[in-house]
């Protein structure tokens, strides 16, 4: 995508402005992929060209889009609010690493928007045993960074339990992690944290 000659790459920028119904869309996540470390308008440029034909997007590739849209650092709502809207509406078509990622995306943005935050809380815990060791310690992160973003008591009782289950295979930097998270969250125990401390 990418020349040293400056006009080549304003000509070829247009090129791609002008090809919305053109593109494939996993030509644009590659695309997104490339340009991190490439011209800033193109970049931007297929940034826009996602978000218009969003709903073509196949949800496999809905996680790639936003982190490497969350990387660039591009905080504006008329980005996120289509991405947002995406997933609640294809959220059972998601696999569980895909959604945290995505929510890992908004965190990195800034782009809090507490119903969808909710919705795909409730998606996780109703199927918490599907979630892996690090996409729940990461959840858990995130879930205590968000301000205002409360556990309901149900779920507060399953990370309890989960983490009794998985305590005795986590390794040393996952014990530390899960007990940071789970003290900002507000909601360890002294069984708990007795529990992740003892193996360190």
């Not at 053109?22 to 695309?31: A, F, K, M, S």
Request: contains cysteine; proline residues 1%; hydrophobic residues 40%.
């Amino acid at each position: 995508f990418f020349f040293n000659d400056t006009a080549t790459t304003e000509i070829y920028t247009e090129q791609i402005v002008g090809s919305v119904r053109c593109v494939q869309e996993t030509d644009l996540i590659y695309g997104l992929g490339e340009a991190e470390q490439g011209n800033v308008e193109i970049w931007n440029a297929l940034t826009r060209l996602l978000v218009a034909d969003i709903d073509k997007l196949p949800s496999n590739l809905l996680d790639e889009a936003a982190t490497g849209i969350s990387k660039r650092g591009i905080k504006d709502n008329f980005v996120w609010q289509p991405i947002s809207n995406y997933l609640q509406r294809n959220i059972d078509n998601l696999r569980m690493n895909d959604i945290i990622k995505i929510l890992a995306s908004f965190f990195r943005v800034g782009y809090v928007d507490q119903g969808v935050w909710r919705q795909s809380l409730d998606y996780i815990f109703r199927n918490f045993d599907t979630l892996g060791n690090d996409d729940f310690i990461i959840l858990l992160g995130l879930v205590g960074s968000i301000k205002n973003l409360q556990l309901l008591a149900d779920e507060s009782d399953k990370i309890h339990l989960r983490v009794s289950q998985i305590n005795s295979s986590l390794n040393r930097e996952q014990r530390v992690l899960l007990k940071r998270n789970l003290e900002n969250l507000g909601i360890i125990t002294a069984e708990i944290r007795e529990k992740l401390s003892q193996q360190q």
